[in-house]
């Protein structure tokens, strides 16, 4: 085991490629896009050494041109899952016993296979199977990955270095083990990052892993599958299933030796899963962890001190990258009265010059929503404003899912600060604008504090200090990311750790040391050199 007290490489944040005209990585991620578009997929379930053909397939196709098929993908069954849960306890045997500086060298590997040989196929597979634009699929599949992955590895090393005081009588020290099970993790689509980190994360601290992908990014998660093999990560400590997403967790949730959920998505699926856990307790051999980041209805507030364009930028940005489809995404907007006529015209610019369609065309700002049933609901709410009295589209409300499901960056101006899209996560490119009298500034941040059950992120634009004082103080609960002059979308690892509170999460920080934490469980260890020999203290004496 240890042999030395080993310094990790210091983790750096991966330099973001500009892929503009005439770039060489422009030319590589589009001759990689082509290839893998013309290239039919066969996505097996990967469970340890084993790559299990169901024959029970489901069909991918890109967001923004749905008749094209790019593979298949197989779907499990009750017994996968088992065998899963089983292949995983199997291989922790080994796992958990490794030492740490090897399970560090792994995915310090991966890392680089990212940042290196696999960066233009995640990234080409990002933009296809998730409709991403090049730089949205750079800032999250080569970037955001490489970065949990060196990161974490420096925060195992602080977690591993984090010891308690002994002295000379005795020795103390804290073994940070890995937990006893199997961690389950359920990933979004919106994010290859997140879908990579979560469950590496907990393999990285000794955990083996059962990983349930989102339907709409398997994709990517073959090649995360491919990178992780590459890599170096043993057969059965990261086993990769599909197939119906209850199913899978009610397997899941029945196991005595689950130990912990990594879970990303929505609140309603991630409240439903606690239930779940809750009912099974009396199962489990130890009390799991439950981590989960959920929703959003991020906010955007201007004080009349505001830089109009500023604002109207943060907004254009923050609302419609990757079509609004970031948990983070700006989805209402208070802006104050007079500063309103000039951010108006500021925004419908700004959005008229937006063009959109496949990503393969890279003057394409916007591309398509993630799946019909989004494109539908999205479609429902802009029908829905176009009736309503206290609402207006100002610019976009226009949608078409002949070719993509396509739907246009599209601003709603509502009289009523309670509007349903006011409150509601939509998850796309839909932002609503409420306008407030610039007298009410105090009575507005109480808006915004009151009137969305999430907390994720949130932004404040202000040239005045006092104002963001107030604001940063009146709205401490509203966001567990908050921005003063910036837009609330883009945190990096490392740099601004991530998560919300209220029914945006446990906010257990993904990119932070605070996360690893949760998938280990200390043990202290106190060797007494000289044990005593006689029951009797001092006081006792005569
Ligand atoms: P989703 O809830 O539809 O799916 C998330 C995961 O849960 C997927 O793997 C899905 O298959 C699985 N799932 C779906 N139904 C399930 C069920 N009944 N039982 C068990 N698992 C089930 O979410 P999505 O559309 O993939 O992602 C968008 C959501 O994720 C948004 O709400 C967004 O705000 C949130 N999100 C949050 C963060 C964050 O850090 N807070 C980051 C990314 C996405």
Same mark, same amino acid.
């Given at each position: 085991?240890?042999?030395?007290?080993?310094?990790?490489?210091?983790?750096?944040?991966?330099?973001?490629?500009?892929?503009?005209?005439?770039?060489?990585?422009?030319?590589?991620?589009?001759?990689?896009?082509?290839?893998?578009?013309?290239?039919? &997929?066969?996505?097996?379930?990967? %469970?340890? +050494?084993?790559?299990?053909?169901?024959?029970? #397939? =489901?069909?991918?196709?890109?967001? $923004?041109?749905?008749?094209?098929?790019?593979?298949?993908?197989?779907?499990?069954?009750?017994?996968?899952?088992?065998?899963?849960?089983?292949?995983?306890?199997?291989?922790?045997?080994?796992?958990?016993?490794?030492?740490?500086?090897?399970?560090?060298?792994?995915?310090?590997?991966?890392?680089?296979?990212?940042?290196?040989?696999?960066?233009?196929?995640?990234?080409?597979?990002?933009?296809?199977?998730?409709?991403?634009?090049?730089?949205?699929?750079?800032?999250?599949?080569?970037?955001?990955?490489?970065?949990?992955?060196?990161?974490? &590895?420096?925060?195992?090393?602080? %977690?591993? +270095?984090?010891?308690?005081?002994?002295?000379? #009588? =005795?020795?103390?020290?804290?073994? $940070?083990?890995?937990?006893?099970?199997?961690?389950?993790?359920?990933?979004?689509?919106?994010?290859?990052?997140?879908?990579?980190?979560?469950?590496?994360?907990?393999?990285?601290?000794?955990?083996?892993?059962?990983?349930?992908?989102?339907?709409?990014?398997?994709?990517?998660?073959?090649?995360?599958?491919?990178?992780?093999?590459?890599?170096?990560?043993?057969?059965?400590?990261?086993?990769?299933?599909?197939?119906?997403?209850?199913?899978?967790?009610?397997?899941?949730?029945?196991?005595?030796?689950?130990?912990?959920?990594?879970?990303?998505?929505?609140?309603?699926?991630?409240?439903?899963?606690?239930?779940?856990?809750?009912?099974?307790?009396?199962?489990?051999?130890?009390?799991?962890?439950?981590?989960?980041?959920?929703?959003?209805?991020?906010?955007?507030?201007?004080?009349?001190?505001?830089?109009?364009?500023?604002?109207?930028?943060?907004?254009?940005?923050?609302?419609?990258?990757?079509?609004?489809?970031?948990?983070?995404?700006?989805?209402?907007?208070?802006?104050?009265?007079?500063?309103?006529?000039?951010?108006?015209?500021?925004?419908?610019?700004?959005?008229?010059?937006?063009?959109?369609?496949?990503?393969?065309?890279?003057?394409?700002?916007?591309?398509?929503?993630?799946?019909?049933?989004?494109?539908?609901?999205?479609?429902?709410?802009?029908?829905?404003?176009?009736?309503?009295?206290?609402?207006?589209?100002?610019?976009?409300?226009?949608?078409?899912?002949?070719?993509?499901?396509?739907?246009?960056?599209?601003?709603?101006?509502?009289?009523?600060?309670?509007?349903?899209?006011?409150?509601?996560?939509?998850?796309?490119?839909?932002?609503?604008?409420?306008?407030?009298?610039?007298?009410?500034?105090?009575?507005?941040?109480?808006?915004?504090?009151?009137?969305?059950?999430?907390?994720?992120?949130?932004?404040?634009?202000?040239?005045?200090?006092?104002?963001?004082?107030?604001?940063?103080?009146?709205?401490?609960?509203?966001?567990?990311?908050?921005?003063?002059?910036?837009?609330?979308?883009?945190?990096?690892?490392?740099?601004?750790?991530?998560?919300?509170?209220?029914?945006?999460?446990?906010?257990?920080?993904?990119?932070?040391?605070?996360?690893?934490?949760?998938?280990?469980?200390?043990?202290?260890?106190?060797?007494?050199?000289?044990?005593?020999?006689?029951?009797?203290?001092?006081?006792?004496?005569?």
């Amino acid at each position: 085991m240890g042999k030395g007290f080993f310094q990790v490489p210091p983790a750096n944040n991966e330099p973001i490629k500009s892929y503009a005209p005439g770039t060489p990585e422009r030319e590589e991620v589009l001759l990689t896009y082509k290839e893998l578009y013309n290239t039919k &997929v066969d996505v097996p379930l990967y %469970i340890g +050494s084993e790559e299990i053909r169901t024959n029970n #397939t =489901a069909t991918m196709h890109p967001p $923004h041109d749905h008749q094209h098929n790019l593979g298949v993908y197989h779907l499990a069954e009750k017994k996968h899952i088992e065998q899963a849960i089983e292949t995983a306890l199997e291989a922790r045997k080994k796992w958990s016993k490794l030492a740490w500086e090897q399970r560090a060298a792994i995915f310090l590997k991966a890392a680089d296979l990212i940042s290196g040989p696999y960066r233009y196929k995640l990234n080409a597979a990002t933009m296809i199977g998730q409709s991403k634009n090049i730089f949205q699929a750079e800032i999250d599949s080569a970037c955001e990955i490489a970065d949990f992955l060196r990161f974490n &590895v420096e925060y195992m090393s602080e %977690i591993y +270095s984090d010891q308690p005081e002994s002295d000379e #009588t =005795a020795w103390n020290r804290v073994e $940070h083990r890995p937990l006893e099970g199997f961690v389950y993790a359920v990933t979004p689509f919106n994010f290859t990052a997140i879908a990579g980190n979560l469950p590496s994360a907990p393999a990285l601290m000794g955990n083996v892993a059962v990983w349930k992908p989102s339907d709409s990014q398997v994709f990517s998660a073959k090649i995360l599958m491919d990178v992780f093999q590459e890599a170096g990560v043993p057969d059965g400590v990261i086993n990769m299933v599909m197939g119906d997403p209850a199913m899978i967790t009610d397997v899941v949730l029945q196991s005595p030796d689950f130990s912990g959920i990594h879970y990303t998505g929505s609140t309603e699926v991630f409240k439903d899963i606690w239930a779940k856990i809750g009912q099974n307790i009396h199962t489990y051999k130890t009390y799991p962890r439950i981590v989960g980041e959920t929703g959003g209805k991020d906010f955007i507030i201007a004080h009349p001190s505001s830089n109009t364009k500023e604002v109207s930028t943060a907004i254009s940005r923050g609302a419609f990258e990757f079509q609004g489809q970031k948990c983070s995404a700006a989805s209402r907007v208070y802006l104050p009265k007079s500063l309103w006529p000039q951010i108006k015209e500021e925004l419908i610019e700004d959005i008229s010059s937006f063009k959109m369609g496949s990503p393969e065309d890279m003057g394409n700002f916007i591309n398509a929503v993630i799946h019909e049933r989004s494109f539908d609901k999205l479609a429902k709410y802009i029908d829905q404003a176009k009736q309503d009295k206290d609402a207006e589209i100002i610019i976009g409300g226009n949608y078409d899912k002949s070719v993509g499901y396509f739907v246009e960056p599209t601003v709603i101006v509502t009289s009523d600060p309670h509007y349903t899209t006011m409150e509601t996560e939509l998850f796309g490119p839909v932002v609503t604008i409420y306008i407030y009298e610039d007298e009410k500034w105090e009575e507005t941040l109480e808006l915004v504090d009151n009137t969305s059950a999430y907390a994720l992120t949130g932004a404040i634009f202000s040239k005045d200090r006092y104002a963001a004082a107030e604001a940063t103080d009146k709205l401490q609960n509203a966001a567990g990311n908050f921005y003063i002059n910036d837009k609330c979308t883009g945190a990096v690892v490392g740099r601004q750790p991530f998560g919300g509170a209220r029914a945006s999460g446990t906010n257990d920080k993904a990119g932070s040391k605070l996360n690893l934490q949760r998938w280990v469980s200390q043990r202290l260890i106190k060797e007494t050199f000289v044990p005593a020999t006689d029951y009797r203290y001092p006081f006792l004496g005569e």
